[in-house]
């Protein structure tokens, strides 16, 4: 009955248009008055241990960074490299938009930021080129989400402080599945590339290739900065944070220069709101995360799915296509918020690896973004290059499929997570 409680009154809350956040906090006031024990102290207690987490800083950091790589002319210089190095072949602009999603999301962490940096700079030259704007829509929106998956990704933080997981081991256990992405991505672009008549770019120079290099070094220096950084201890991910804001900064002012004092405001405004919506998110979701707790929700659940604990990759498949139900019409972090209390007991009844769940948990997330009817990267994409949703839909399709692939390939096959992160840490 509990359970019961916990869906009807979330998916109340939101289907009467309320935001996500507020729905929780509604949905945990709910379960304690069917508990009987309503408090608005220890609801308003909760928020604030919610919030209070050394590894959340690192989410305005990156926040931050991402806006500054943005206005300091950071993120253009890595389309650039990336142009000057696969721009000629057919299609060449669909394999720079995979290319420089990968370096950006290796530096920001945020699908969102990177989607709306590649679609403001790739889309316009792609249609210049006679690219068709739907499937070009539909790539950039595609390799938009590999961000969630490589470090310094903003879904394993949340995600490793929801479940208790170290955030170094998420983050290089989603290395090689973030690669696995761009690669899926690269082979199914290809393919469409061979069914139309796309135009080929005059092949760069090596001069050409070494200017855009040597223009992209520091850009190109950051995820080395990170993943170095994080694989030897010099700092943790907040830390990490910090430093490669700091970075961002430095090269836009000082390198770049294209970044002035007076932009700074707004670039710390802009943010400060997007940290503040996270932020308020995972405060409001520790309040239904510790009733989950205390009504032992995740027994119940236990017990609802215990056929399957006997077969691990059973248990994934089933929990995978739950993700992917969930995800049409939930974005990324409430769904983690939501679900991580609810199925980490089982996970570890189970027997799986928390750390590879977590990498399998957060790409099923990922491919939400890009599935309607919410959507959000595919928003982001429709806003910045004025396309209709539906045909966007049209041209996302055939990378949605490919990405999906890529999840049940780790779904049957975990050593692919497994052994690479041993590797790394």
């Avoid at 408090?39 to 241990?49: F, H, L, T, V, Y």
Wanted: charged share 10%; aromatic share 10%.
């Amino acid at each position: 009955m509990t359970v019961a409680v916990f869906l009807f009154s979330l998916l109340g809350a939101m289907a009467l248009g309320m935001p996500i956040a507020f729905a929780l906090v509604v949905c945990g006031a709910c379960m304690m008055l069917f508990m009987g024990n309503f408090d608005s102290q220890i609801i308003a207690q909760n928020m604030i241990n919610g919030a209070d987490s050394f590894s959340l800083m690192a989410i305005p950091f990156f926040m931050l960074s991402g806006q500054l790589m943005e206005a300091g002319g950071i993120s253009k210089r890595i389309v650039d490299f990336a142009a000057s190095i696969v721009g000629h072949f057919r299609g060449g602009l669909g394999y720079v938009a995979v290319f420089a999603a990968i370096i950006l999301a290796s530096v920001s962490g945020s699908a969102i930021a990177d989607t709306a940096a590649l679609a403001s700079l790739l889309l316009p030259l792609m249609k210049q080129y006679g690219y068709n704007p739907e499937r070009s829509g539909g790539l950039i929106a595609s390799a938009g989400i590999i961000a969630p998956m490589l470090p310094p990704s903003l879904a394993f933080i949340v995600f490793g402080v929801t479940a208790n997981l170290s955030i170094t081991k998420l983050f290089m256990a989603g290395v090689v599945p973030g690669l696995m992405m761009g690669i899926a991505l690269v082979f199914t672009w290809w393919m469409v590339c061979r069914r139309e008549n796309l135009p080929v770019r005059k092949r760069a120079t090596m001069r050409e290739v070494w200017v855009a290099f040597r223009r992209a070094t520091w850009a190109l220096l950051m995820p080395i900065i990170i993943v170095g950084g994080l694989k030897f201890g010099i700092f943790t991910p907040a830390e990490t944070g910090a430093v490669v804001a700091f970075v961002a900064l430095v090269v836009g002012m000082f390198v770049y220069r294209e970044l002035k004092p007076s932009m700074l405001y707004g670039i710390a405004l802009r943010a400060a709101k997007s940290t503040a919506v996270i932020m308020f998110l995972v405060a409001a979701a520790l309040v239904s995360s510790w009733l989950i707790t205390v009504a032992d929700v995740a027994s119940d659940v236990v017990t609802l799915l215990q056929p399957l604990l006997g077969s691990k990759l059973l248990l994934m498949l089933a929990i995978t296509v739950l993700v992917i139900a969930v995800g049409t019409a939930m974005d990324l972090v409430p769904t983690v918020l939501i679900l991580t209390p609810i199925l980490m007991p089982l996970i570890l009844k189970a027997g799986i690896d928390p750390v590879y769940f977590g990498v399998v948990f957060i790409m099923n997330n990922a491919i939400g973004l890009i599935t309607p009817p919410v959507g959000t990267v595919l928003n982001v994409v429709c806003g910045t290059g004025n396309l209709s949703m539906d045909d966007l839909m049209k041209g996302v399709w055939p990378f949605l499929v490919a990405e999906t692939i890529v999840l049940f390939i780790l779904v049957l096959f975990p050593d692919l997570v497994l052994i690479p992160m041993r590797f790394l840490l």
